[in-house]
């Protein structure tokens, strides 16, 4: 299994971008798909998830209405598209695919395949 995100880069404050997590070696409609993000010095944190029965959403307060959580299941890729950017935004961000409990989609732990991260930077 492979998660391979990209798509991360510097925009100013305001922007806009959108990761991409290409998935190889399972159906990504058959997992439960999470964006985390860490922050230098900081601990990883939830960003967004996307339930795999159902496909209910959810966010981090920081991000609701600014962040976008979907998937495409032909490409077998989830997105993440990020609108409104700010530099509190400045991390790496990290897709992950699992069957977490409901108690647990917000948690790292409830996860099973990682990508490799990729660094979005906004500037003031």
């Known amino acids: 299994v492979q998660l391979q995100a990209s798509g991360g880069g510097l925009v100013q404050a305001g922007g806009s971008l959108r990761l991409s997590c290409a998935v190889s070696g399972l159906t990504l409609s058959s997992y439960t798909m999470g964006w985390f993000r860490q922050a230098p010095g900081k601990e990883r944190e939830f960003v967004a998830g996307m339930l795999w029965t159902g496909g209910g959403t959810y966010y981090t307060d920081s991000v609701k209405g600014r962040f976008t959580i979907s998937r495409d299941n032909a490409k077998n890729t989830a997105l993440l598209q990020m609108n409104s950017l700010e530099p509190e935004d400045t991390a790496v961000y990290y897709c992950?695919?699992?069957?977490?409990?409901?108690?647990?989609?917000?948690?790292?732990?409830?996860?099973?395949?990682w990508g490799q991260g990729t660094l979005v930077t906004v500037s003031s």
């Open positions: 992950a695919a699992g069957r977490p409990i409901m108690s647990l989609v917000r948690s790292s732990s409830g996860y099973y395949y």
